[in-house]
């Protein structure tokens, strides 16, 4: 499973996402065999940094969190997020100009389904571009993510709100725009990984792979 590992600090986020680099190394090799990092990024206007993974078993991610990552400096909380049924979609080769949002959606249960499908098969206008979609009941009615590349921030909100906001269950929208990503895994390393381990995931593994490479 893929999970998104928000890391927070009273100092400024940049300092972990330093210090997280500093130790890439010794971090992966905690988990070498187990589990692999694959991204670290940064929300605007948030004191926190999301570090994505994936391991196998949910003890692995425990004891990474509870033996190593609780370790790294400056760091004051620690909140994980699944990434349930993800999809990843294929990007355009130059992304550089568009900017990178995470849209978080409160569904009502009965609608569950239905919006994640129709957002998950929608046709977006050429100005954006579906990055990837998952369930994960993060918190009570915050049960699905999704995150779009833009050409700018207004054509974002014309969609969302003539279309995403309109569909049958969705109660409330959260609207995140994504500072900064740095890959920590290329293609090659991600499939010598899952080769040895016998991951056979669901999603496509290169999709997944280039969501963030440089």
Request: charged share 25%; hydrophobic share 40%; aromatic share 10%.
């Amino acid at each position: 499973m893929i999970n998104i590992i928000r890391l927070q600090s009273q100092e400024k986020k940049e300092k972990i996402c330093d210090v997280i680099m500093s130790q890439l190394n010794d971090l992966q090799e905690s988990i070498k065999g187990k589990g692999q990092l694959l991204y670290l990024s940064k929300r605007i206007k948030h004191k926190d940094v999301s570090l994505f993974i994936h391991t196998n078993d949910p003890d692995v991610l425990g004891d990474f969190i509870a033996e190593r990552l609780n370790n790294v400096e400056n760091i004051s909380d620690i909140w994980v997020i699944n990434m349930i049924k993800p999809v990843f979609f294929p990007l355009p080769k130059d992304t550089k100009g568009m900017k990178r949002f995470t849209i978080t959606l409160k569904v009502f249960p009965k609608k569950l389904k239905d919006v994640y499908q129709n957002i998950a098969t929608a046709t977006l206008p050429e100005s954006l571009k579906m990055a990837y979609i998952a369930y994960t009941f993060h918190l009570f009615g915050d049960s699905i993510q999704f995150s779009i590349l833009a050409d700018s921030e207004e054509a974002l909100n014309k969609y969302l709100a003539e279309v995403v906001n309109k569909l049958p269950g969705v109660v409330k929208m959260t609207i995140n725009e994504i500072e900064r990503t740095r890959p920590l895994v290329s293609y090659d390393e991600w499939k010598q990984y899952s080769s040895n381990h016998g991951i056979v995931p669901a999603w496509d593994e290169e999709l997944m792979i280039n969501q963030f490479q440089k």
